[in-house]
């Protein structure tokens, strides 16, 4: 079966942004580059992944086969969520505080891989409302959406100050969900397999709207940065509901045919194992921020091609 080449290198990039999110890129040399990136251009990877997954799914919903999908990606969850297992549960006593973070964690998963229940809970929610008009999903996209971005927003810049509601509007989980980002992000790519958005639209206006979306997101992230009032980084920006699926149409219309499905494991191996490496790397060595970003890609990279290996024998860690 072929393969759309130009997804799977896009895949690569984004699992790069990621690294550069976690080792935060560019805070050694420059402020604004580091706020621009780090919380800015690199935000798009995580929806992106979701656009590209909820893009696949709708074959899967079509031909009613996605019970396997939902089992593949519950078994690479608990695969890393064991693997990473010395990070989360180390409980020094098991009270009843420890037990609720044992299980919160288990839940919303450790670090990188609240990823994969965002992915779930995003996918059930598109089970759960496939039969639903499209204006009704788009409505919902919408909604959610800017439900994540209000409450984002609300937290950072205070808006409820000293009120508990405050406080939790600053617990990443809140915003960071199956609900505000998992769906919404989910569901457009659903929804533009659906509707054969991707063979409708042309390059230049699929560009066209990347380019848009691009701009809007450098806006809003400068004026996050130059903006004194605000405290602590962005998952959830307003311009991602632009970008992404712009960003995703682009390539799918260049369409570089290939067959083989390398390329997209480097992306989900370099996603999964380079937590592990910037832990290892901030332990022993004082890389600067930029430094530590480039060794941590090539060694996700490097214990990648072994992560593929064994992924043939075992295949639910890719």
Known sequence: MNRNTAVD?????????????????????????NYLTVNGIFRIAVPLFLVISGFYFYPLVSKKIYPVWFKRILYLYLFWMLFYIYFWFRPSEFSMSEITKIIQTLMIGFNHLW????LLGGALLVVLTKDLSTRTMLLMIVMTFIGGVIIQYAGNYHWLENSEIDKWFNLHWVHRNFVFIGFPFFCLGYLIHKLNIHEKISVISSLILSVIGFFFLILESYLNYIEPLREGGFDNLG?????????????????????SKELALYSVGIYFIHILFINI????????????????????IAASFFLIKINKKMKFIL
Do not use: W
């Open 9 to 33: 290198i896009l895949k690569i990039v984004l699992a790069f942004m990621v690294i550069g999110i976690h080792a935060d890129f560019l805070a050694d040399i420059t402020l604004m580059g």
């Open 115 to 118: 990823f994969l229940p965002g």
């Open 239 to 259: 311009s991602l509901l632009i970008i992404c699926p712009a960003v995703f149409l682009l390539f799918m219309k260049l369409d570089f045919q290939g067959k």
């Open 281 to 300: 790397y901030r332990k022993i060595f004082d890389f600067d921020e930029t430094l530590l970003t480039l060794v941590v890609i090539l060694s996700s």
